[in-house]
């Protein structure tokens, strides 16, 4: 009861956690609906309309195959924003249990659980992504793989600090007293304590993975033509920069206005739920 | 037989604080046996640092001792697989000094104090807040307080909040580590008269730990000084706490504050 | 003979605003404190006593504000300075001692280091004289090895000593008033009576105004000249400390007395109430729910000072009808 109060009120304070809403909801939306949103099929090619300026039919143009830009736009963000979230949210499958494991149950396993932790991330994470990928082959999910695998080991150790954080308290060590078994323990004590920092640990760092994922694909790496993806998407107009940079610059815009929107929304829900100290961004 | 024996207790820390330095220890408890019987408060007074707290650990099993037998109603506490553990951590309880700390400020007070219930008796809803409601009349709250949150309470109504979930299972002994040390001078007499009447009504044994000599006095039964992980003294009758002689006894009487104005 | 009061307080309202509703946890709070004297506030928590200390030196939290009142330190309305004015007062004339010393220094930087950097941010003096002042003022709080003690770190030191480096980093920069706020809760018995031994040394040495605030009657009634009982927002009783030992008048203060322990094992008979909120909103008796001996009259009672002798004012209806009689 408290806690929404106090987010109603920092909700009409905090003027940019509302606007930053707006645009992530609207992205939502576009990804929802782009079949319904898009005025073209993204991947019809039609070469004769190539390189077209802004049109009624192509409110944005066209790019060099012909394609409607505006609709490849909405259809990226189903890309980009679906294969974020698929990606984040295999890597909060994976590192939530692990972290809390080795955070609560201490001792030689947390010892082990570290050890790996600091091997993995010694090496640069988006190299090692970068890596992985050329090693397994171009694609969406092997792209989606590398990166799980190399950027839960950060995430599962910042949880892991949570865990410690929340371990020393004392209602914890009353529960053991108590006879309250281990896993309802780590049900009922600890994840409610540490779920609301996940959350805006995941919010702050989202736009991170979506410029990852963009940053793949522009390098030609990740997701595959024909499907529409904003860094792919930049990629495909580098030889036509010269004379038509917007070609580059819509998706361009595309992708900074998202990962603006989730930092600031991060940021906004971090102050809201009063958290002092989370940890930063993923590269 | 006796509720608690503590063995020649041991228990050493390693401290590490840098790679160049040599690992240094500290004996946090040495070498400790102790006595309590059935329905006996007996109160561990010492400084900060003396040991008592780490004392406290070892007897309710969250630190094992690098040495000795903790033997609480006859079984090794240290030596029990987990089903015999959990037997008899029923009887074995805790209230920490901290009131606000031992509280998750997520759950209710019903929940907080049904917390050790569930894990031994399946109830149904109603039973529980049953039980739940006269545990809080038990230790002077009001029944409707059950769907309230922590964050609702003053420190001295939270530790009745701690005291009721230690009392819920009918334990033999409860350790009490500071348990009255962070309130303010009017509730802990409340909190302490709380105590010996749930003692006597519940035939509980209490093993008091405190910095205050004034507080132990008044609950307990008999006392042992502790200084740098040992007892440096005991006392079976309280009547004769002035007669006190090791020097940190000494140094624990001589702090108590005069009740009336003593302008230095 | 009465001096002139270095620091008064006056009419002291203040206002907290949380999301559900606006709280006054203070409310007509007025008193002086002279150089060299002891003024001590006594009160469980949730009285008031600890916003009244922070709003002297404008350090309440962001939710609280003065609506009404005045602090004059000498002749300067603390209440009106800039915020680098202010700056000016904090540490120089008017420092404070808080509860707990181990949040007050910075875990990982030397006792020297916070005591050099203290010093110099308000005298201009060279990093060597601050040292030999530094090693001075903790010998003076009867420190063993001073020299020792400034090499080490925070943690290192025991909560006692910590906080006699705390009060001698105080000292060393003079102040005119020092204000206590439960100097000696986190300590253990031992070191208790030990930091106040210093405070009333310090206050014989220097001729510092001290407010001395505490839940313990015991620990101010060691030291104070004067006492301010507060409950609920009010100073329920002030008197000199002798003469509210000897006569006692509001039932809060008894109750206090009453429940000292010392070393006795008789059962003390106390069962008032624990406060649930001592806010009120109406502006009636803050302990009548809890008093022994409310009856009609307290209802009406303006809640205005009776003066039971000359320095003894009570806060109390019945105290009014017992003069009268």
């Known amino acids: 009861m408290k806690l929404k109060i106090k987010m109603r009120r920092m909700l009409l304070k905090h003027k940019l956690m509302i606007i930053s809403s707006i645009i992530i909801l609207g992205m939502i939306g576009l990804a929802l609906f782009a079949s319904f949103l898009a005025p073209n099929d993204p991947n019809f090619v039609d070469i004769a309309q190539k390189l077209q300026g802004p049109s009624s039919q192509f409110p944005l143009g066209t790019d060099h195959l012909g394609r409607c830009i505006l609709s490849r736009l909405i259809f990226g963000t189903q890309t980009s924003l679906g294969t974020a979230i698929l990606v984040m949210g295999l890597m909060m499958f994976i590192s939530i249990p692990l972290g809390i494991f080795a955070g609560f149950i201490g001792g030689k396993v947390d010892y082990l659980f570290m050890r790996i932790c600091d091997t993995l991330m010694a090496f640069p994470s988006f190299l090692l992504s970068l890596a992985l990928v050329g090693i397994l082959g171009p694609g969406l999910f092997n792209l989606i793989l590398a990166m799980v695998l190399v950027q839960w080991v950060y995430y599962a150790r910042v949880i892991r600090g949570m865990v410690l954080g929340v371990k020393e308290q004392n209602f914890i060590v009353a529960a053991k007293v108590c006879g309250t078994p281990k896993f309802i323990i780590i049900m009922k004590h600890i994840l409610p304590a540490i779920i609301s920092q996940v959350v805006v640990l995941v919010f702050m760092d989202i736009g991170g993975v979506i410029l990852a994922i963009s940053s793949l694909s522009f390098l030609g790496l990740g997701i595959q033509p024909p499907e529409a993806e904003w860094g792919m998407m930049i990629n495909d107009s580098k030889p036509f920069f010269r004379n038509y940079p917007s070609l580059m610059l819509y998706p361009g815009i595309m992708i ?28 | 037989m006796s509720i608690l024996v503590l063995k020649n207790i041991k228990k050493t820390y390693l401290l590490r604080n840098s790679v160049f330095e040599k690992r240094k220890s500290i004996e946090a408890v040495k070498n400790i046996s102790l006595t309590l019987e059935h329905g006996v408060c007996l109160g561990i007074v010492g400084e900060s640092g003396s040991g008592k707290s780490t004392l406290g650990k070892i ?127 009017l509730v802990q007499i409340q909190i302490l008269n709380l105590l010996a009447q749930l003692k006597e009504e519940f035939q509980l044994s209490y093993l008091f730990i405190s910095h205050d000599i004034q507080a132990v006095n008044y609950i307990a039964d008999c006392l042992v000084v502790m200084h740098q992980g040992e007892v440096v003294e005991s006392l079976d009758d309280m009547e004769q706490l002035e007669q006190l002689e090791h020097p940190v006894s000494k140094k624990l009487l001589s702090s108590i504050l005069p009740p009336f104005p003593k302008l230095f | 003979m009465r001096q002139q009061p270095i620091l008064t307080v006056n009419n002291l309202n203040i206002s907290v605003s949380t999301p559900l509703a606006v709280a006054q946890p203070v409310r007509e709070v007025s008193f002086t404190l002279q150089s060299g004297k002891v003024l001590g506030i006594v009160g469980e928590s949730g009285s008031g006593k600890t916003l009244t200390c922070l709003s002297i030196l404008s350090l309440l939290p962001e939710n609280a504000k003065v609506e009404l009142g005045n602090i004059n330190f000498r002749n300067q309305n603390l209440l009106e300075c800039s915020e680098e004015e202010i700056r000016q007062v904090r540490g120089k004339e008017i420092a404070i001692i808080m509860q707990n010393p181990m949040i007050a220094f910075n875990p990982v930087r030397t006792i020297e280091s916070h005591f050099i950097e203290t010093i110099r941010t308000h005298l201009p003096i060279t990093k060597r004289q601050a040292k030999i002042m530094a090693v001075e003022y903790l010998e003076k709080m009867d420190l063993p090895n001073p020299r020792t003690v400034l090499k080490q770190y925070p943690f290192q030191l025991s909560g006692g000593m910590l906080q006699r480096v705390m009060i001698a980093i105080t000292m060393s920069l003079n102040p005119s008033i020092i204000i206590a706020d439960e100097p000696t809760t986190a300590l253990d018995a031992t070191n208790q009576l ?118 003894h004012l009570v806060r109390c209806v019945k105290v009014l009808e017992s003069i009268g009689d």
């Open chain 1, 256 to 283: 900074f206005i998202v990962v603006i929107a989730f930092n600031l929304f991060g940021e906004a829900l971090k102050d809201a739920l009063d958290i002092k100290r989370v940890g930063g961004g993923v590269e």
């Open chain 2, 59 to 185: 007897i309710l099993g969250l630190e094992k001792p690098d040495q000795g037998e903790v033997c609480f109603l006859g079984k090794n506490l240290h030596n029990l697989n987990s089903k015999e553990l959990k037997e008899l951590r029923q009887n074995l309880q805790v209230v920490f000094q901290d009131c606000y700390s031992a509280v998750n400020p997520r759950l209710t007070i019903g929940e907080i104090i049904a917390e050790p219930i569930r894990n031994y008796k399946r109830l149904s809803s109603v039973e529980e807040e049953n039980q739940v409601q006269q545990l809080l009349k038990k230790v002077g709250l009001s029944p409707e307080d059950v769907h309230k949150y922590p964050s609702q309470f003053s420190g001295g109504q939270l530790q009745r909040i701690n005291i009721a979930r230690a009392i819920a299972l009918k334990p033999k002994l409860i350790i009490l580590d500071e348990a009255v040390s962070a309130l303010d001078a």
């Open chain 3, 194 to 311: 030990q930091v106040l031994q210093q405070l009333d040394k310090l206050k014989k040495e220097y001729n510092t105004g001290i407010l001395l605030v505490s839940h313990d009657l015991r620990v101010v009634a060691q030291l104070a000249d004067e006492v301010a009982v507060m409950y609920g927002g009010y100073i329920v009783e002030q008197a000199p400390v002798l003469e509210l030992y000897n006569h006692p008048k509001h039932p809060y203060t008894r109750v206090l007395f009453e429940s000292r322990f010392g070393l006795t094992r008789k059962k003390i008979q106390n069962d008032s109430p624990s406060s649930t909120s001592s806010i009120n909103k109406e502006n009636k008796c803050p302990y009548l729910d809890r008093c022994e001996d409310a009856d009609h009259t307290c209802t009406n009672y303006n809640l205005e000072f009776v003066e039971f002798q000359k320095d």
